[in-house]
């Protein structure tokens, strides 16, 4: 017997059905772990996307039924159509109203089939009581974290400058400097301020001599416009005597001028202090349109790199190198400045070197290089971070041009709205490239997007924390990449004690930050190391540890122990496999040793 409430053109709980099942495909799994807020917001996200979804293909149901006479043939119409779409599997389509078409023919007949298995309803709205119950909620969750926003706050000290222990004589800010210290924030001091001495060099290197290395900043306050930072960086640089330095190293930050310390800190102990590192700054707040931000930021590096480039033209003799880092969106900003002609761009700019890490999707010079259409020969280099040991053994003496990535890194692989409609390129499992890495993930239109979004958050969001080889940040694999791409040319067995007393310096400062930012007495930094323990152990099988009185003091040998633990066991193994066969190799030369 019929339903007697059921008509030819009854509406029903598709909205319902599909949002139900959008939450539930919220929980499978993506690029990285989420925390249960991060998981309900996700799934609260999801549940919203599911919802219009059936709410739209209940309303195109109705419009569809009353031309055909009934819902029921309405609905077999959109599902027999979402079968279709999916066996032509055009979502995975390059071409972008083939895959939008495809991917809206597949939602909708799911949606058409789960609710061709709901009751009907005469009344397709939200009542007045669960609207105002859903209200509540969302009120009552934004309490929550407003309150729990202010506790952390309780306490905090907010540093304006970086405070440094030592400002060396060859850093700018100092007196007579065009790019004053007042003029800067606490990015541009960390910069300056964290220039490795020639002492530490010596220390790290184990033997020979160095120099103090050159570090400018020069932000926002410091000039009006972009092209007179320009001018005030290249100036300070000169009355520094960078130009008569081997190498000068042209960063391109990230927003609010944030420069990796890792590889700078590196290429300065490597090039025995004969380097001077330059950075300019083009924004100094957090934002959440930063892709907004990229035209401003590749101008001022493109005006830094011509009036680098004036000004060494003018002086007669050998000149310095020129090179170039960029990370996150300062490689991307970096990028677009030779994205006219590619190489002939960076020849033109005078460019002798690149290494850009974790370049976002969206740069289209690492593309273009990659398909072909700008033309590459063997300068460049597209290298995964699990690739990078490889790379380095194989001594590519004409290497110059390096992209870094991880092949898990949700900045390499958003590529934006086209994920709500298309399955991306690097999920395909029927490709031959396909990454291991990726075998657990799959795609479901709209619900990776809304993941993959989560994870691009989170993932941008690793400065202030222990190193890790995992999503975006590159710390620990960017000692060996800078000696790669930048030309030291060490063997990777030497880098290895160097990379890991300069992370732990690092965790060190970090732990520093820490403390003061809670308003607790400076801990001081931990000294660099030994020669081979990054705890302070001369020898580690002696199992003497030289302590110190920094390292006595609370927080920072523990941010030590754990990074050095970090660094062998993370889940990612990225760290480990790296270290492990730089071990591996040392141990294979030692057995092959004739004995006496």
């Known amino acids: ?194 220039a490795v001495p020639s002492e530490d060099i010596v220390a790290l290197l184990g033997d020979g001599e160095a120099i103090d290395p050159i570090r400018v900043f020069v932000g926002v306050n410091t000039a009006p416009t972009p092209a007179a930072r320009a001018r005030v960086a290249v100036d300070e640089l000169e009355r520094l005597g960078a130009l008569e330095r081997s190498r000068i190293l042209v960063c391109s930050p990230p927003l609010r001028g944030y420069v990796n310390p890792v590889p700078v800190k590196t290429h300065e102990v490597l090039s025995r202090g004969d380097v001077a590192s330059v950075t300019v700054q083009y924004y100094d707040r957090a934002t959440v349109l930063m892709p907004a931000k990229v035209p401003v930021a590749a101008l001022t590096h493109r005006l830094v790199l011509q009036e680098l480039r004036h000004r060494l033209d003018q002086r007669p003799g050998p000149h310095p190198q020129v090179e170039i880092y960029g990370e996150s969106l300062g490689a991307w900003a970096s990028q677009n400045v030779f994205l006219k002609d590619g190489l002939a ?157 300069i992370i732990a310096r690092e965790v060190g400062s970090l732990a520093r930050l820490r403390a003061l930012n809670h308003g607790e007495p400076d801990p001081g930094l931990p000294p660099f190391a030994g020669p081979r323990d990054p705890l302070g152990r001369a020898d580690p099988a002696e199992g003497h540890v030289e302590q110190g009185p920094e390292q006595e003091r609370p927080g920072v040998r523990d941010y030590v122990a754990t990074y050095a633990t970090a660094a062998r066991t993370h889940s990612r193994g990225v760290a480990g496999d790296l270290l492990g066969r730089v071990r591996a190799a040392g141990r294979g030369r030692r057995a092959e040793r004739p004995a006496g």
């Open 1 to 194: 017997m019929a339903d007697p409430e059921e008509t030819p053109f009854s509406r029903r709980y598709s909205g319902v059905a599909t949002a139900a099942l959008a939450a539930g495909l919220s929980f499978t799994s993506s690029l990285l772990r989420r925390r249960p807020g991060e998981q309900a917001a996700v799934t609260a996200a999801c549940t919203v996307l599911g919802g219009a979804a059936g709410l739209g293909t209940e309303a195109a149901v109705q419009r569809l039924g009353r031309r055909l006479g009934d819902e029921r043939s309405a609905r077999a119409v959109l599902l027999a159509g979402g079968l279709v779409a999916t066996a032509a599997r055009g979502q995975r389509s390059d071409n972008e109203g083939v895959a939008l078409l495809s991917t809206t023919a597949q939602v909708a007949g799911v949606a058409a089939g789960l609710g061709w298995l709901t009751p009907p309803r005469d009344r397709y709205r939200v009542g007045r009581n669960e609207a105002i119950a859903a209200a509540a909620v969302g009120l009552t969750v934004r309490e929550v974290q407003r309150r729990r926003a202010a506790r952390r706050r309780v306490g905090r000290v907010f540093l304006r400058q970086y405070p440094a222990q030592r400002w060396l004589e060859t850093v700018s800010g100092g007196p007579g400097s065009l790019a004053p210290r007042e003029t800067l924030d606490f990015e541009g001091t960390r910069f300056i301020g964290g």
């Open 345 to 501: 761009s960076l020849d033109a700019l005078g460019v002798g070197r690149a290494l850009w890490a974790g370049t976002p999707a969206f740069s289209r010079l690492r593309r273009w290089l990659a398909s072909g259409r700008l033309p590459r020969d063997e300068r460049v280099a597209f290298v995964s971070c699990r690739g990078l040991y490889e790379l380095a053994r194989a001594d590519r003496g004409a290497l110059r041009f390096v992209f870094l990535y991880r092949r898990v890194d949700p900045v390499v692989l958003f590529s934006g709205l086209d994920l709500l409609w298309r399955r991306p390129a690097w999920l395909d499992r029927h490709g031959a490239d396909r990454w291991q890495e990726l075998g657990r993930i799959r795609w479901f239109p709209g619900v990776t997007f809304v993941q993959l979004t989560g994870d691009l958050l989170r993932a941008t969001r690793w400065t202030g924390g222990i190193p890790q080889a995992a999503a975006h940040d590159y710390r620990i694999e960017m000692p060996l990449a800078v000696n790669v791409a930048l030309g030291h040319h060490r063997d990777p067995q030497d880098i290895e004690p160097i990379a890991e007393r």
